[in-house]
């Protein structure tokens, strides 16, 4: 027996597909037996009487079979001989091609509703049944779910028309009549805007934060590692005690396995074992308020429930105009700069970059969940990373992510990489109906019996950089920062993670810009997260994109993956953990690509055929600039940190504007850094805080 075709068929409705299979569809040779998911195709008696040579061995029949999981459908075709059926090949091409007609990519789109003559459960649960009945049992189900449609709509809205950008950014040549802002910074977005918010108030910079929900209010958890949450503690932005207080988990291993049921054995992986990585879970909401307490113990000010209009520049100040939500009234405030934190559906950031704000995105949706698992199906102690448990499913290849949280909690995400395209922008809604559909798939549960907490979902963007300057993070007197300056890990798309590793630096450069006054977009520009290492592993994630209306073999994505986490698996911990979190370096990553290829040639065929021409001419130019800065460091980094500690007191007052410079210089040779095989403990940072 011999597996000769194996495709994805985008359509939940496998009845469908086996009707056609059984009734439409005619191989055009034998006769088709029917069977209860399919057909064996068998040769006519006469056909084989007709030839006058016939072999013992010749093949006699084709078995054609349908099943579901994933809430997808897939066929095979299994020929039960060595040797070909007679005209396999035209058989099997007639179906792959007559299949395609038939079930085509489908890239549905949320209903248009109107919630004053209905409810959001009544408006959706014709589309997505599951989905309003779990939405339902959760505590705030109903103000979660319009939030999740909203948000999904808005990100449409955006990607939809990507050259006509909503203006909200607008400049005036007179200056104000009144020069004296109110507040140093003005942060829009309150979640990993509050973060940084705390910081710079600490530094002694008056702010105000404006959230358009009410402010601590969360639609993701937080998952980080020890030696990254050292930042927060060389900042001074909480004691040790505090950073305790926030920790409601942490987990002794996390799993990265991805399904290879499908694969040959080559490329068959083990489990990779990462204990360090997104390993503490946090209690998101509380750290939210404690960083919204410190904001307004310095002298901020906190607007819930504040919807952000517009903002009018000048050479002196920003003029906001913003919206308080339960009373629709306006009002304005003006600030020397204007931080935007408002993530993928930031306005300001499709008006900055002209509708190319993001090449990917990862649709992400979940639940905590507060018990109902059975004891045997998972232990709190672990957590999964990355973990897949089918092939491509209409057109993605969904990956799970699971995360232990305080007692019984469990946060469970379930998400996939994606190109962005009008055409098929990813829905939350219909992911959100996968999540409830195939959770039992993935781990053993009644979901009656859930105890369901609260919902997670969001847009996590990808910007494939090709420079350290190809993307505006900055106009005059603004600047972007976490997702809304596509601030994120290639791999594990944490937003919030590379906030806080990039930190410090984004801190100490906003904060020398701020003190000189450089808050032209000339300056600010370069107050960024770049790092070239994470720029050239941007193509590891379009590996994993199915591009919008193509097919490709559904076991692909899986096998590229086992191709280069099997190859993780066999180094020491630490090359694992440096790559996940963004510290890899030019020799390792050479040296991994290297086995990779010799592992599995087609690997560069598979990348080719998945990224296209363009981009991966685009992602050579990424590793050229790659070994470059390599060799700079190489050059640089054992003496130039050093080097601007004994200059800065004379050069800094003297020539703020090169000093800015050279900083920027010094965390682009830094940051990223791997550590040590040996090292174990987090290490202090050397940051230049003035």
Not at 144 to 153: M, S, T, V
Not at 188 to 206: S, T
Not at 275 to 296: F, I, Y
Request: with cysteine.
């Amino acid at each position: 027996m011999k597996e000769v075709l194996y495709l994805e068929v985008p359509i939940p409705d496998t009845a469908a597909v086996r009707h056609w299979l059984q009734v439409d569809f005619q191989p055009g040779i034998g006769e088709k037996s029917l069977t209860p998911d399919g057909f064996c195709l068998k040769l006519l008696t006469d056909y084989t009487a007709s030839i006058q040579t016939i072999s013992e061995n010749l093949p006699k029949e084709l078995s054609i079979f349908v099943w579901s999981v994933q809430r997808t459908t897939y066929l095979k075709v299994f020929r039960w001989a060595d040797q070909p059926f007679p005209q396999e090949k035209d058989i099997l091409l007639r179906l792959k091609t007559e299949i395609r007609q038939r079930f085509p990519h489908q890239y549905p789109k949320p209903p248009a509703i109107d919630l004053s003559q209905q409810s959001i459960f009544e408006a959706l649960a014709p589309y997505y049944p599951l989905t309003v009945k779990y939405f339902q049992k959760m505590p705030n189900g109903e103000y979660d779910l319009k939030r999740a449609y909203w948000w999904e709509q808005r990100w449409r809205d955006g990607v939809r028309n990507p050259k006509q950008p909503r203006q909200v950014i607008f400049t005036k040549d007179k200056q104000t009549e009144n020069p004296h802002p109110q507040y140093d910074l003005i942060y829009i977005g309150g979640a990993l805007g509050a973060v940084h918010a705390a910081v710079m108030a600490k530094l002694g910079y008056k702010v105000l934060l404006v959230e358009r929900l009410p402010f601590g209010r969360m639609n993701r958890e937080w998952n980080i590692s020890r030696d990254e949450l050292q930042s927060l503690l060389n900042l001074g932005l909480v004691t040790t005690t505090e950073l305790e207080s926030i920790i409601v988990r942490e987990y002794k291993d996390g799993f990265n396995k991805f399904f290879d049921g499908n694969n040959p054995p080559k490329l068959r992986s083990p489990i990779l074992h990462t204990p360090t990585v997104l390993n503490v879970a946090l209690d998101s909401e509380k750290w939210l308020q404690m960083c919204g307490q410190k904001l307004r113990n310095t002298g901020g000010d906190i607007w819930g429930e504040t919807e952000f209009i517009r903002a009018d520049i000048d050479k002196t100040q920003v003029v906001v105009n913003v919206k308080h939500l339960p009373t629709q009234s306006e009002k304005q405030v003006t600030g020397r700069l204007l931080v935007d934190a408002m993530g993928t559906a930031s306005p300001i950031a499709w008006q900055l970059n002209g509708g190319r704000a993001f090449d990917s995105v990862c649709p992400t949706v979940g639940a905590v969940v507060d018990g109902g698992f059975a004891p045997e199906v998972w232990d709190s102690q672990y957590g999964d990373v990355l973990y897949s448990h089918g092939d491509i499913s209409r057109g993605r290849q969904l990956i799970w992510e699971l995360f232990p949280g305080a007692g019984e909690e469990l946060t469970i995400y379930l998400f996939h990489y994606h190109e962005v395209h009008p055409d098929n922008p990813g829905s939350l809604l219909e992911m959100y109906e996968d999540f409830f559909t195939i959770l039992p798939e993935y781990r053993r549960c009644d979901l009656d019996k859930l105890v369901w907490k609260k919902p997670t979902f969001g847009y996590i963007p990808g910007h494939f950089s090709v420079s350290s300057s190809d993307r505006k993070v900055a106009f005059d007197r603004l600047i972007a920062i976490g997702d809304a300056a596509s601030l994120q890990s290639p791999l594990v798309f944490t937003g919030f993670g590379s906030l806080v590793r990039n930190l410090e630096r984004l801190t100490t450069l906003l904060d020398t810009a701020l003190k000189h006054d450089l808050l032209s977009s000339r300056y600010l520009n370069k107050i960024r997260a770049y790092q070239s290492n994470v720029s050239v592993t941007w193509l590891f994630s379009k590996g994993m994109m199915v591009p919008t209306g193509k097919f490709i073999p559904p076991q692909r994505i899986n096998s590229m993956l086992n191709t280069f986490f099997g190859l993780l698996a066999d180094e020491p911990p630490a090359v694992a953990d440096n790559f996940i979190k963004d510290r890899c370096d030019w020799l390792t990553f050479n040296r991994l690509a290297l086995i990779a290829a010799r592992k599995n040639p087609a690997l560069l065929l598979w990348i080719w055929q998945l990224a296209g021409p363009r981009d991966l001419f685009r992602w050579l130019g990424n590793y050229f600039n790659f070994g470059r800065y390599a060799l700079v460091n190489a050059l640089l980094n054992p003496w130039f940190p050093r080097f601007l500690c004994r200059i800065q007191p004379w050069l800094e007052p003297r020539h703020p504007a090169l000093w800015l410079q050279l900083l920027v210089i010094r965390y682009a040779i830094t940051t990223g850094k791997p550590r040590s095989l040996n090292q174990t403990a987090p290490v202090q940072s050397e940051a230049i805080i003035s």
